[in-house]
């Protein structure tokens, strides 16, 4: 197993505010961390096989990005400022209609590119020809969560629930652990209590977990009220759907009992401000949510209603929104806002405490920021100028299970100008 | 007169949503866009002194910077996540009154680092050692309308007064006509209603406009109420404050009488959506102030509550906030955001029709950015992609008043290493 030292940056090890080192250093053998923290605190007679100078650079946890469709890349500003039935109706839906298999690979080896260059170091996807997703995170180096989205309707259904403990034997845990598989029922309003129950039952003889989108807009909680008597959340609980992992994605509108919910049964939440805004989904009650103990990541959404996954961006307006949403300042402080784009996602990864901090044990999974940057200076508080001020092109290196895939902007694993041609004739040839 | 042509880019003149030429060109002459358009639409015989080669790369306008305090970058994240008047009171003002005249210099030229480094081409500032401001603007080679803050109230007041004059004659349409001036009052809540009629005579004796602090907070709207029985918007009206132009900074908590008077009086309105959500003040009503017909730039406020001073984020965080506060996702849409970011804040810098659009007879303010990064791709609309994927660090080049003060991401008119030192030795100093 490699061994890698990264010497003289500051680190940010996430263990809490002030756990912040100068000039520190990070141990790293294989997958895993050994030691982070300041001048010296590698193990005694650590001999790495590589030395990264990384002083001028600050260290921390690589993002987790805990909801995006990765393919939707080719779908970015395709379609926008538009009603949501309308978008989706007359632009989204007839396009993804004619994507074929190798459109997903290429349209995900862009997100996974975009991704690497912003520090994002893995995601929790949910979209269709789901092989092809693994294929290209597998070429990329990130670590993901896979789900195909399924359609509760249609001649869909049973092909999704055939095709799920098929793609379960073929990644679940594959490349080198870093890709793991979740089944994804797309949402209540598109499967009917009775297939939520087939899933349910299904993910449960596999031992995966769910990925599903939950309470996004006001028209699903009415529309879920009225059909079945109960919230979406509500809904899915009373069909044993928590008895699983459950990744839950938006939860804007929720209640009380929701909320009470979500934590008891330790569902990770997905909050994506950027998305809730551009589509005027809502805003997600996400200091409510941490205050009842709810493990709350962040996420992109895909690019077709973002338009971009940078989730620096994202943490800044998620920040931003709970403190004007909440009319108070100290809303969603900076330590929390960065920890909710990093360990906050752990869960998503099935990798709760391993993943998101700098710490003796945790997968490597680390970026460094090139600290010579106008934004940075001057030196006041490192996490404030992370969460309010840094731009993910800060972002120099990125390790991902102790592997390189990024330095001086360089990403190692993707052919970058390949992927510009390749997304580029498919879009030319899906939108004319 | 030097002429340059800058050809190959696609350009984006802001006339309309579809004014966006592929291959395009653009003619300078001087401080002035001759021609903005297709490939040959340079005017026969145009004969440049130099051609910049901009294939790969989108031209707009620089963006119109409205509202800042550029040299409170010193205390960018020195305070973060406190309620506002501990904030000012225990953290902000007693760092301020440590300030010095050469502290404001540096603190400036680290402001206009970075706004040129994020394609901010011209600003409007209110802060205090303006003189130092105004030098460092002119050597930055930007443009800006400079305003001394002035406190009605203590010893403070009368020496304000005074400096009135000397400023606007010392610096008012110099630097090539780069710099102009107007009179800063602070605030309605900062400036007794006697004081602002002297501060309004004195405007108009000097032939110069006004900038101030309008409707920021709730609270400030509550005790104007109180105390004066109007409004702060309609206190300063019966005052004849608007029959200057006014650069009315904020103006969150509006009525709609407030709003009238706005768009009747021709007022300019600095938006600063990032520092009135991190300061938890509000969220302006910008959809409604635009359908009233007032002219609404985009601004940042100062690092200290931002905390960076980028308008491209500032740009898309508007946009997003407009949609989920109206819950309309057609609220702002991508040509609007981006025209309030650029023409929308021609008015505050005394230049409307003349900025913030690539057209003939505009000023040659304008900026480049590399396409060729993973969040553009694929082609599908450059409005949305600039609105709502771009980074600031897209920005490779930067024209201001027909000068490239910057070039593959190297400023030209500054030392970069110079001012980091000098801010951060700077800010030791204050904070110990």
């Known amino acids: 197993m490699g061994k890698l030292l990264i010497k003289g940056a500051t680190v940010i090890t996430m263990e809490n505010h002030d756990s912040v080192f100068d000039g520190g250093e990070i141990a790293v053998e294989g997958q895993n961390i050994v030691s982070a923290g300041p001048a010296g605190s590698a193990p005694e007679g650590f001999d790495p096989d590589r030395t990264i100078d990384a002083s001028g650079m600050v260290a921390l946890p690589g993002f987790v990005n805990t909801h995006t469709h990765a393919a939707m890349t080719l779908l970015r500003s395709y379609a926008d400022d538009l009603p949501l039935m309308k978008w989706l109706e007359e632009k989204i839906w007839p396009l993804e209609a004619r994507l074929e298999a190798e459109d997903i ?6 997100c996974c590119l975009e991704m690497i260059r912003s520090g994002t170091t893995s995601f929790a996807d ?18 993901a969560s896979l789900s195909r989205g399924m359609i509760g309707v249609g001649p869909e259904a049973q092909q999704a629930l055939d095709y799920g403990p098929e793609f379960v034997g073929r990644w679940h845990g594959q490349a080198g652990g870093r890709i793991t598989v979740r089944l994804g029922p797309h949402a209540p309003y598109t499967c009917p209590p009775d297939y939520l129950k087939k899933v349910i039952e299904m993910a449960g003889k596999l031992g995966v977990g769910i990925h599903i989108h939950l309470a996004e807009t006001r028209t699903e909680v009415e529309d879920m009220l009225k059909n079945y008597g109960k919230t979406p959340i509500q809904l899915v609980e009373s ?9 839950a994605a938006h939860c804007v509108h929720l209640d009380e009992r929701d909320m009470e919910i979500l934590a008891a049964k330790k569902a990770i939440v ?5 998305s809730n805004m ?8 996400v200091t409510a949510l941490l205050k009842a103990g709810v493990a709350v990541g962040l996420g992109t959404d895909g690019a077709a209603s973002n338009n971009n996954l940078d989730m620096m961006e994202e943490m800044r307006s998620a920040a931003l929104l709970q ?5 108070d300042p100290l809303a969603l402080p900076s330590f929390q806002a960065l920890g909710m784009a990093t360990a906050g996602g752990a869960g998503a990864m099935g990798l709760e405490g391993q993943l998101g901090l700098l710490k003796k044990g945790c997968k490597a999974d680390l970026i460094l920021l090139d600290a010579k940057k106008p934004h940075f200076f001057p030196r006041n508080d490192w996490m404030a100028h992370i969460v309010y001020a840094a731009q993910s092109s800060d972002v120099d290196t990125v390790i991902i299970d102790g592997n390189v895939v990024m330095e001086g902007r360089k990403v190692l694993t993707i052919d970058e100008d390949e992927v510009y041609q390749q997304v580029q004739s498919r879009a030319e040839r899906l939108t004319k």
């Open 105 to 110: 690979y290429w349209g995900t080896m862009l």
């Open 323 to 327: 403190k004007v949403s909440t009319m």
């Open 239 to 247: 069909l044993g759907l928590f008895e699983l992992p459950v990744l």
């Open 126 to 143: 949910m979209y269709f020809f789901m092989d092809q997703v693994a294929l290209a995170v597998e070429k990329a180096g990130m670590r």
């Open 278 to 285: 551009k589509l005027a989904s809502g805003i997600a009650p």
């Open 270 to 274: 997905a909050h994506n401000p950027e």
